[in-house]
Structure formats: structure tokens, C-alpha cells
């Protein structure tokens, strides 16, 4: 079966880290960029950050610009959110994304990323 999962999620203090992880299932993500978007109760879904597929190139959003870090291990058809100084605004369901297209045509099913104390 074709899927993305995301895992890695979960209860943390302000000031904590989280690693998110994306691994797909099914495919490859060697030809993928890969891309972490976010869902706050309320709010519409927003991008966090993205990677190319070979890694050589990222893109992280203003709000979380040098606090997340998005990298890539194609041997093991994961992808990684490393989440630093996480703030209580940074509670969300956390999606990971992949595509081969200018379309983000395959979502996982996301993981609550919830920080408070």
C-alpha cells in the first residue's frame, strides 16, 4: 500500500524539541520533494518547510525559521522535522507531503504536535 507516515509526535513543554518523522511505504522517495505542513485547531493548514529530493536545497516559513530543521535520509525513505525552542503556537496536527509534480499529491495522515506546560 502507498503511504506516507508520520511519527514522532506528541506532548512537550514551551522550550522543548520533537523530531517528526515522514517514512513512505509502498514507493520511493528518492524523485519526492518533501514537504511538512501544519494544522492549528481553527485555522487553515499552512507550510512549515520543504526539502528537494536530493536535500541540496530547503525552505523553511518565517515562523519557524531557525527553530525547525528539515532533512532527508533516502536510505531510509524517511524524512525528518527537527523542532527546537517549540512554542505554544507551534500546537498543530503535523503533515508531511510528497511530490514529483508542482502538486502535493500524497499526505500522510498526520501526527498531534501539542506544547504546552
Known amino acids: 500500500q502507498v503511504q506516507l507516515v508520520e511519527s514522532g509526535g506528541g506532548l512537550v513543554q514551551p522550550g522543548g524539541s520533537l523530531r517528526l518523522s515522514c517514512t513512505a511505504y509502498g514507493f520511493t522517495l528518492d524523485n519526492y520533494a518533501i514537504g511538512w505542513f501544519r494544522q492549528a485547531p481553527g485555522k487553515e493548514r499552512e507550510f512549515v518547510a520543504a526539502?528537494?529530493?536530493?536535500?541540496?536545497?530547503?525552505y523553511t516559513s518565517d515562523s519557524v525559521k531557525g527553530r525547525f530543521t528539515i532533512s532527508r535520509d533516502n536510505a531510509k525513505n524517511t524524512v525528518y522535522l527537527q523542532m527546537n525552542s517549540l512554542k505554544p503556537e507551534d500546537t498543530a496536527v503535523y503533515y508531511c507531503a510528497a511530490r514529483s509534480t508542482p502538486v502535493w499529491d500524497r499526505w500522510g495522515q498526520g501526527t498531534q504536535v501539542t506544547v504546552s506546560s
Open positions: 526539502i528537494t529530493w536530493s536535500g541540496a536545497t530547503t
